[in-house]
Every structure is written in C-alpha cells, then in structure tokens.
C-alpha cells in the first residue's frame, strides 16, 4: 500500500511541472485525444438499425411419440453442423434428438391407420428485413428443412413466413411475411468495406434477442473453400446469430453473419460473414424465380505453383490450371485442354483458382465468354458458350498395374506405350503410361498408372520419345510434366537426378 503522503507528493509534482510546462500539458492532450474521440457511438446506430433486425424460429411436424428436440437441442445441432460439419452425435432413445429430415405431413403406422403429427421446435436464428413490404434475409441453413418458419419483430409482433427460396452454396435465403410499412435497413457497399473497419452484429444468440456484439473487420475477402469470399471480422457470434446483419458504422448492411471458427466449440474470436452484394445478387434471383442459376463451363482446376509458372514461362503464379476437361461440355467444345492455365474469364484477370467459378458462376446460362490460355509458351484467346451448373459428377480414378522393367529414366521414371485400346479407355489421345516411379518421381507423388501427356511445352507421343528429351533436360532447371490421373491432370514440377533415380 503506497503512503498518503506519497501520493499526495507525487500529485504536486505532476502539477507543479504541467503548470511550469504549458507545452507538455498540451502535447499530453493532444496525444490523448484521438484515442477518446475515435471511439464509435454504437448506441446511435442500434436505435436506427434495431427495428429492422427480427428473431426467427423454425418448427418441425413429427409423428406423435417421435423423441422431439427441444430449442436448447436444437442450438446443439445447429452448433455441430455449422462449426464442426457434422450432426450432433446421437443421444440414447430417451433423450430427445433432432430428425435429419422434415417428415411428411401423414405417415402410416401399423396397419395402415395414419398416425397424428405434431410441430415442435426446431431451431434458432436471426434475420433482417429488406423491404418495406415483408422481404426478409436470412442463412439457408437458419431455415433448412423446417416446416414451419416464424418471424418475431422487435414490437413482438409474430407473423409466419413463406420461404420464397434459398441457396446452400451461399447460404442465402429469402423469406416473405404479409405486413406492410416495415423498418428496413439500409444495404450498404461490401466492396468498400477495409480491414480494420469497425463494424457489429444484431441477433439471438442462445434465443437472446437483440443481442448487440461489436468488433473490426479482420480481412475482407477470406477464402474458406466455399463457393465465395466471406467477410472475416472478430464480432462476437454464436448459435442464434445465424442470418442476423452485420453492419457498419453508417448504419448499412455489409454482411450476413453466418459462420465462426472454432476448435472448442464455442466463440474464439473469428466470425465469418456473406458479403451483401453477393446475397443481394441471390435474392433478386430468388424472388424472381425461387431458385438461383449459375454458369459452368465444365473444367476442372487447380493452383498454379511458383515452380510449375516458371517451368512454363509465366512471369509469376497466376491463373487456374485446367487438370480435367468434361468430355462433351462448353470448354471442350471450345477447344480448352488439360494442362492449359487460364489467365483471364471475361477479361478480368484470374489471380487464384478460386476467382473462377465465382466468375463463371456469375454469367447466365447461354452466354458466351471469351477465356485467355496460357499454352505451350504462348497466350490465346479460346471462345465457349456457358451453360447452367449442375451438380458436379465424381470423377473415376483408374489405376493400372505396374509392370516391372529395367533402370529408369532422370525423372524416376520408367513408362510404355500406351496401345490404342489403352487410349480409348482412359480417353486421352498421346502419352505414355507410367509402370513405376522411383526417385523424385516418386517423392513427388508419381504411381504405377499415371499417364504422362506433356514434357514442358512437348506433348509426349511414345516412350522413346519421352525418354529420349528426358536425357536432355538440364539437371540445373525443374521440368513441369504434365500428369493424368484417372480424369484429372496435374502439372508436376521434377528437377532430373543425374543417377537416374
């Protein structure tokens, strides 16, 4: 415990040197002061914003006996299907448990007799109302095989809505209630938006209502592997959150809030929301039709390394390389093949494979589009018509049996002809086919099965050959060899071993 005395002592100096000080005094200010003024009054903005922000529950009918699961369930399964991906583990039959699937309206028992149903609580989430006259914004998985869906306003009124339709690759859904003059709020511009930015979120966390979290936007176009890029920003969300706006210092809508991050189940400060030019481009569609259309050329991609760009003689890694083309399907049809990198869809510059599908995702079924190659050293402009994405067909991996022979070549590898028969069934038109990998062949992955379509900018036509230009190669320089497996190609980048293996 520090002394009176002391104290008082060390407060008469201070003062005595502010006072003997001006300047001091006033530098102390001003540094002072933008750290007080640069704090946002959130309180401002949640009186304009908070009417405009709804709770919304979802009910499910099930037969009469069925285990049922209660709201605070219900939070569970949503928790364990958005930040783990998978259903809650089941519980024994006594405790209650949510069904996977909406069941029908009737089911028969034994018998033949129809037993009775009865709707009981499904989940939890939030929305926000994007029209005066009764359109609401939510998440597709807030409402995802519900039966019944009702939207609570903040003057507790209670309506049940009508699911106009949703879109699971965005996680965008549109809802309808019959009301009029409503609140809505003020959609702003996601692609303005700055890390850094201070932002927050409006919803029922846990069935909280209008529960108000703030914090800044981490990063604004964060690639998680979903089909686009969401917001990263580390406001607090958890179960309930799902479908509620996230908002900016204007008062305007830049997000729908939609998933977190997490290793322990709970909030660990990343949150991830849908950017609202996105879901505003969804659910125009989806009030004008109930579903949402989207382009496909029918390719399929992956990254273009920093190696395999300079063994083709890109100045950097860029583009999207095409490993598989759909036999019969628009880029077919336009000439692309495998082992091409696209550089530009549209003339807009492809920087990463995922900036494709998005690009074409965004083109309407019928329209053509120009696509920039990079081929065998050189760029080309290649034209195709885009037509509707379907669901995407696994493709068949097809391995063959290695056959043993004598030393391999620089690469590791040692490889036979492939016979007309062989070319028909693996659909490829040259290469040859690898009967064992050792070396760095086989450090980098190479197996008994792959075909080898390319060498650098050569297409490979016999063994012979194949070997003949691997004997050439600079033991200085990797090589990019072109590799097919099953339906996909990969560029693989190998430096030659001067033993051979």
Known sequence: MIPAKKVLLSSLLSASVL???????????????????????FADIVDRTGPGVVNIRTTERVKTGQPQAGADDEEMQEFFRRFFGVPMPRQQPNTPNTPNAPSAPRNKGKGGNAQPQEEVPRGVGSGFIISADGYIMTNAHVVEGASEVYVTLTDKREFKAKIIGSDTRTDVALLKIDASSLPRLVIGDSDKIRAGEWVLAIGSPFGLESTVTAGIISAKARDTGDYLPLIQTDVAVNPGNSGGPLINLKGEVIGINSQIYSRSGGFMG???????DEALRVSDQLKASG??????IGVQIGEVTKDVAESLGLSKA????????????????????????????????????????????N?????????????????RDVSLTVVELEADKPAKVEEKKPKQEAAPNALGLIVSDLSDAQKKELKVENGVLVESSVGVAAAAGLRAGDVVQRLNDIDIKDAKQFNGLVAKLDPKKRAAVLVRRGDSSQFVPLRPSTSGN
């Open 363 to 379: 083109i309407k079924p019928g329209s053509r589009a120009t696509v920039n190659i990079w081929r065998k050293g050189a760029a």
């Open 291 to 296: 579903r949402v259309t989207r382009g496909r």
């Open 270 to 276: 990343i949150s991830f929301a849908v950017p609202i």
């Open 318 to 361: 860029q583009g999207a390389l095409v490993q598989r083309v759909e036999p019969g399907g628009p880029a077919d049809k336009g000439g692309l093949e495998a082992g091409d990198i696209i550089l530009k869809f549209n003339g807009a510059a492809i920087e990463k494979p995922s900036d494709l599908p998005r690009m074409v995702g």
């Open 19 to 41: 006072a003997l000080s001006p300047s001091l005094s006033g530098l102390s200010a001003a540094v002072a002061a933008p750290a007080v003024a640069g704090l946002p009054d």
